[in-house]
């Protein structure tokens, strides 16, 4: 029963985002003003073969190796190179894009280009980790960047806090990243 409630809830979302983020025909799609941005998903599901975890949605940037299996939570989602990606976190914090097909349940209903709270512009060179510690692996978002947080302020290992972000500006379609919360405050 209570899978059958979860089941029916997930559903319920699904048609309600649908429902917010269409564009009546004719109509285009601006990305919205940084009041209105659209809440980043909040799902988990598991992927359904190994696939890579990558910082950006191309095959140029770094990358995590992800058995099948692996509970990820995904945000949203884009389109390069061919393939459909998915933003995504894993429960221990490695966070990029993944192979939408390599995934149980994909998201499809938020696009990444107006993914995540609080859109605003970088007010210096922020480097996005893959995972919220220093030693990781990190792409470069330069200052004005328009960037959004996908989730609240983890912290790890360091002691310091980080948010997990998203560059809808970068060279790298979609930049995702940990950075140091106090360096977007």
């Not at 029963?1 to 309600?16: D, E, N, W």
């Not at 220093?134 to 328009?146: I, K, L, N, R």
């Not at 806090?161 to 140091?180: E, K």
Request: with cysteine; proline share 5%.
């Amino acid at each position: 029963m209570r899978s059958v409630l979860l089941r029916l809830f997930s559903l319920m979302a699904i048609v309600l985002a649908i429902g917010t983020t269409s564009v009546p025909a004719g109509a285009t799609a601006d990305v919205p003003a940084p009041e209105q941005a659209v809440p980043a998903a909040d799902h988990w599901t598991t992927t359904t073969t190994e696939v890579w975890l990558r910082q950006c949605a191309t095959f140029n940037c770094g990358y995590h190796v992800l058995p099948a299996g692996t509970n990820v939570r995904v945000y949203c989602y884009t389109t390069n190179a061919g393939i459909s990606w998915n933003v995504a976190r894993t429960a221990d914090n490695r966070a990029g894009h993944l192979d939408a097909s390599a995934v149980q349940v994909p998201n499809w209903y938020q696009s990444c280009s107006n993914a995540g709270r609080q859109l605003r512009r970088s007010q210096t060179e922020l480097w996005a980790h893959s995972c919220p510690k220093m030693a990781c692996g990190y792409g470069v978002v330069p200052p004005g960047h328009d960037i959004a947080a996908l989730t609240l302020a983890s912290e790890e290992g360091d002691g310091d806090l980080w948010t997990l972000i998203l560059d809808h500006d970068n060279v790298h379609t979609n930049l995702v990243g940990w950075v140091h919360t106090s360096d977007i405050d």
